[in-house]
């Protein structure tokens, strides 16, 4: 029993268990149907259920890491997107906020009016995975309506993540998508990819070890800047956030004085699968701990106006960019995740269309939905009634 005991509470042993049978369960098709990155966050939320448990520090590590290799891989596009959607994505990042603030509105007046309404509200922040949202909310709230409205994003963020996830998974699929063809698509709509189009001359190496780690730090230190916004607070974009935006501009220029940031695709590449697999094993280990005893404690409304929520400003975002615009699932895909403010769908994004180039229509829009959901957090507060 002390084996067991001690594995159980081993990091590295969980962490890379829940990545071995999330790897196999994503492996296996069902109707043309594949788990693919999903599996080890499922593996992991099983484990977590079990009381696995794995450092929170794994949290922050593998997605920095995953964040700078995607980041560094669509930065040869970055500046095609800009030029193809740069007004289309700010759209998109006032779209889904504001869809996902009037059915909180909604879910609080009308279908759910006998549940906890901070409860409901947290599902707002949550659903949208954003956490400066929740930091906004928090600070404009009563006291005693914070812990409900916490509770109400804990169970919102899991649910949010599960909803993207295989949202991205699922609908190339579903909607029986050629995803060469839309690749195609994406590389006419920015105008090619040679990398002399790019407007950078750098050489590319193979691999960089001082570039990449530049790339970390520059991007903690990007995210940790605190944005001005009167009233609504100071927020930052936060360690995945900063690292991207790093990640795409010293890609894009290809060199910080004598340090390399042009690097190999293909070693990239293997990078930002390994560290994708361990980062969702790990959001999967924290989120299955606890879980279904808050549902059992606080019911399935919750739940249910979490996954509305999300899906419904999914749909929302989806219907803009395909069904409106037209837009290549490349960059619509970007767009969507970066409007959901979540980066567990980016992964998912890169890995069932194969294209990292997704992250470019994400940087795009990631900045711009994080300041409309501080402020539509604090804009909630007012606007919905709370006990007194």
Same mark, same amino acid.
């Given at each position: 029993m002390a084996i067991v005991d001690s594995l159980v509470g081993n990091g590295l042993f969980v962490l890379f268990l829940a990545v071995l049978v999330g790897m196999g369960l994503g492996k296996i098709s069902v109707r043309g149907v594949k788990f693919g990155v999903a599996g080890p966050l499922f593996a992991g939320l099983v484990l977590?259920?079990?009381?696995?448990?794995?450092?929170?520090?794994?949290?922050?590590?593998?997605?920095?890491?995953?964040v700078a290799a995607?980041?560094?891989?669509?930065?040869?596009?970055?500046?095609?997107?800009?030029?193809?959607?740069?007004?289309?994505?700010?759209?998109?990042?006032?779209?889904?906020?504001?869809?996902?603030l009037a059915l909180t509105y909604v879910w609080t007046q009308f279908v759910f009016p006998n549940a906890s309404t901070p409860l409901i509200m947290g599902s707002f922040s949550g659903a949208l995975t954003s956490s400066p949202g929740l930091g906004s909310a928090i600070e404009a709230l009563p006291a005693a309506a914070r812990q409900d409205y916490q509770i109400g994003h804990s169970v919102g963020y899991v649910v949010g993540v599960l909803v993207i996830v295989v949202f991205q998974q699922l609908y190339p699929v579903i909607a029986r998508l050629d995803l060469d063809e839309e690749k195609r698509g994406f590389d006419e709509a920015i105008g090619g990819t040679d990398d002399d189009e790019s407007g950078s001359s750098v050489t590319e190496v193979t691999f960089s070890v001082m570039g990449y780690?530049?790339?970390?730090?520059?991007?903690?230190?990007?995210?940790?800047?605190?944005?001005?916004?009167?009233?609504?607070?100071?927020?930052?974009?936060?360690?995945?956030?900063?690292?991207?935006?790093?990640?795409?501009?010293?890609?894009?220029?290809?060199?910080?004085?004598?340090?390399?940031?042009?690097?190999?695709?293909?070693i990239l590449s293997e990078i930002r699968a390994f560290t994708l697999a361990m980062f969702l094993a790990v959001v999967g280990v924290g989120a299955g701990g606890g879980?279904?005893?808050?549902?059992?404690?606080?019911?399935?409304?919750?739940?249910?106006?979490?996954?509305?929520?999300?899906?419904?400003?999914?749909?929302? #975002? &989806? /219907?803009?960019?395909?069904?409106?615009? !037209?837009? $290549?699932?490349?960059? %619509?895909?970007? =767009?969507? +995740?970066?409007?959901?403010?979540?980066?567990? #769908? &980016? /992964?998912?994004?890169?890995?069932?269309? !194969?294209? $990292?180039?997704?992250? %470019?229509?994400? =940087?795009? +829009?990631?900045?711009?939905?994080?300041?409309?959901?501080?402020?539509?957090?604090?804009?909630?507060?007012?606007i919905i009634p709370l006990a007194a």
């Open positions: 977590g259920h079990f009381g696995f448990t794995v450092p929170d520090a794994y949290s922050g590590l593998t997605l920095a890491l995953f995607v980041g560094l891989i669509a930065a040869h596009e970055i500046e095609g997107t800009v030029k193809a959607y740069g007004l289309n994505f700010v759209a998109v990042a006032v779209l889904m906020p504001t869809v996902a780690a530049l790339v970390i730090v520059a991007g903690a230190v990007v995210g940790s800047i605190p944005i001005p916004m009167g009233p609504f607070g100071t927020p930052s974009l936060g360690t995945t956030g900063g690292v991207l935006v790093a990640a795409l501009v010293f890609g894009y220029f290809g060199r910080v004085g004598p340090v390399p940031t042009r690097m190999d695709t293909g879980f279904l005893a808050t549902i059992a404690e606080y019911g399935l409304q919750i739940v249910a106006a979490s996954a509305l929520t999300s899906f419904i400003a999914i749909l929302a #975002g &989806l /219907a803009l960019t395909r069904y409106v615009w !037209g837009m $290549d699932w490349i960059s %619509a895909a970007g =767009g969507i +995740t970066g409007g959901h403010t979540d980066t567990k #769908g &980016l /992964a998912a994004a890169v890995d069932a269309t !194969g294209a $990292d180039e997704v992250a %470019a229509g994400y =940087g795009n +829009t990631y900045p711009f939905a994080l300041l409309f959901m501080v402020v539509y957090a604090k804009l909630l507060v007012i």
